[in-house]
């Protein structure tokens, strides 16, 4: 069977949690090919006339693009126990896809402050100047936008009363987010005191910190994106064990895994988060319930425009 997913620590921790037990459980020989999901997106529907990947793990945007070019085959949830107990949140496209893990686009913070309650507070007086802004090329600075609309009467439909509120969040910025070992000195130093990011992309210069925080409860929810897993139509690999795979992938074992390794939270409401990941994943029906899900095709619809407000607010 040949899988593609992400490099780097998340490829390291499905490796160590989905790949090995399912090759020493089963005997299978599982081929691993990397890519991130806009890489694995091109490859399916390069290959759509002869495909060589069987399953693909990728951010749920690729299960929404993929499956609307008819590449995807419906995952048989009667193959997969596992998806027995996955918040239903998480069972994409009419079974399409299905989610394994989920991460958050939060508030991280300097804990010499006060944790911030609300994404309005980075436009409170004590923030000016001190805070961390995505760079434009990360998803992240889309989704401050949402949240920027939403906190003035729109939202991505509407993106409006976005323009004033970011003309308003300038001189907030302390920087633009593009060395994270940077910016985590900024906030460790108190520099910077607020940064708009995915906490597991901080969790290097975290683990020995005490100075940085991350906040799951602020008043108008954060962002999740879904990492999900789906079966290439008409490809050569075994069904079986395709299944096999992505029920190893919604396993209580190996979510558990990646909550502690990588900080991304669980889909299966029987994983147990280890104290130590807890304050920086979504794991509780709480959480889950205030975890903000955008519809990721309209999202990159979206985009060019406000690349272009980005750039004319923060480059003028």
Excluded: C
Excluded at 44 to 68: E, M, T, W
Excluded at 254 to 275: L, R
């Amino acid at each position: 069977m040949r899988v593609q997913f992400w490099g780097g620590s998340d490829g390291l921790a499905i490796q160590k949690y989905i790949v090995d037990p399912l090759m020493k459980a089963t005997g299978a020989k599982v081929v691993v090919e990397e890519g991130v999901t806009s890489a694995s997106i091109a490859k399916i529907v390069a290959q759509k006339n002869d495909p060589q990947i069987d399953v693909a793990l990728l951010d749920d945007v690729g299960v929404f693009s993929l499956n609307r070019q008819g590449l995807l085959d419906k995952i048989d949830f009667s193959k997969v126990p596992n998806a027995a107990d996955v918040h239903p949140d998480f069972v994409l496209d009419g079974a399409f896809g299905v989610g394994f893990w989920t991460y958050i686009t939060t508030i991280l913070h300097n804990k010499k402050a006060a944790a911030p309650a609300s994404w309005e507070d980075l436009w409170s007086p004590d923030y000016q100047g001190k805070v961390l802004v995505p760079s434009i090329n990360d998803t992240q600075a889309l989704l401050l936008t949402v949240m920027a609309a939403r906190l003035g009467g729109g939202g991505l439909d509407n993106l409006a009363p976005a323009w004033p509120k970011l003309e308003a969040l300038k001189p907030q910025v302390f920087s633009f987010i593009e060395n994270r070992a940077l910016d985590a000195q900024a906030l460790q130093a108190g520099q910077a005191i607020a940064a708009v990011d995915i906490p597991s992309y901080f969790k290097p210069y975290m683990v020995n910190s005490a100075e940085i925080g991350a906040t799951t409860s602020l008043k108008e929810g954060y962002f999740a994106i879904t990492g999900a897993a789906v079966i290439v139509k008409g490809s050569k690999g075994n069904r079986d064990l395709a299944h096999a795979f992505i029920n190893q992938a919604l396993s209580p074992d190996a979510q558990a895994g990646f909550a502690t390794d990588i900080w991304y939270g669980p889909t299966n409401k029987k994983t147990v988060v280890s104290e130590s990941a807890a304050p920086y994943v979504v794991h509780t029906p709480e959480q889950l319930a205030k975890a903000i899900q955008v519809p990721r095709l309209e999202l990159v619809n979206k985009r060019p425009e406000i690349v272009e407000n980005w750039n004319r607010i923060f480059n003028s």
